[in-house]
């Protein structure tokens, strides 16, 4: 009950996911990543145990094809999953297994993989995988929630969709997005709407790492012309 899209910049090397599905809080259970190591998504059936598993392998150095032969030997319900991984050399691999409902699979491209279960049909990976073509000249983030919006629009899950999520990680050795939308009626929309209320941000942080000299995001964002608007403080209450 879930589609995903996983990637990386052959160019940058950049590698990141975009998720969405029917249960709520999708982005704290199936993807898992880490700067200079790769991404994964373990879904369908989630093993979050063995998430952190494969995660570790990664981060050990692991080729994406070692990690999913090693998973399905230490999973004894491996045919209930769906696994798709890309390593930090841009190593692919990716599992359906039988026991995955229909409409389940995936497929490989050049750079990504589009993989999912419980779909209106492969119409959904079609949507997908044409939002990928078709936007190269989009940033890679915004490429992965676009792919994520042709699988939606392409007919995504036909119960539809509760919780969507995206993370990514660029050449500065931490997580540069990480944002989520853990329960909505139509939670790539809502993705969508903090994604581009946090995006111009993105260099922001990744340069503050570096120069804690920067103006506050508030200050950083004027300069450059940005509106946002921000939370209001709560209003103190009335003594009787």
Not at 43 to 50: D, T
Not at 199 to 217: K, Q, S
Request: hydrophobic share 35%.
């Amino acid at each position: 009950m879930t589609f995903t899209i996983i990637a990386r910049d052959g160019n940058s090397g950049d590698f990141g996911l975009c998720i969405a599905t029917g249960s709520p809080a999708v982005g704290s259970i199936a993807p898992f990543g880490a700067p200079g190591a790769g991404i994964l998504s373990y879904q369908s059936v989630v093993e979050p145990r063995l998430g952190k598993v494969a995660l570790g392998l990664l981060e050990a150095g692991y080729s994406a094809e070692k990690v999913l032969s090693d998973m399905q030997q230490m999973d004894g319900n491996w045919e209930y999953r769906q696994v798709g991984i890309i390593d930090a050399r841009g190593g692919k691999a990716v599992f359906s297994g039988k026991h995955n409902r229909h409409w389940a699979g995936h497929r490989v491209g050049s750079d990504y993989i589009a993989f999912g279960n419980l779909l209106s049909g492969e119409k959904t990976i079609d949507g997908i995988c044409d939002a990928w073509e078709s936007n190269r000249g989009a940033s890679f983030d915004e490429r992965l929630l676009l792919a994520i919006e042709g699988g939606r629009d392409a007919g995504g899950q036909p119960e539809g969709q509760t919780s969507a999520a995206i993370v990514s990680y660029g050449s500065k050795g931490m997580t540069r997005v990480n944002l989520r939308c853990d329960l909505a009626t139509e939670p790539i929309a809502e993705l969508r709407r903090i994604f581009d209320w946090f995006a111009p941000l993105v260099p922001y942080y990744e340069d503050l790492a570096d120069n804690p000299t920067l103006p506050r995001h508030k200050e950083w964002l004027i300069e450059r012309g940005i509106k946002r608007e921000f939370g209001k403080p709560p209003q103190p209450r009335q003594s009787r």
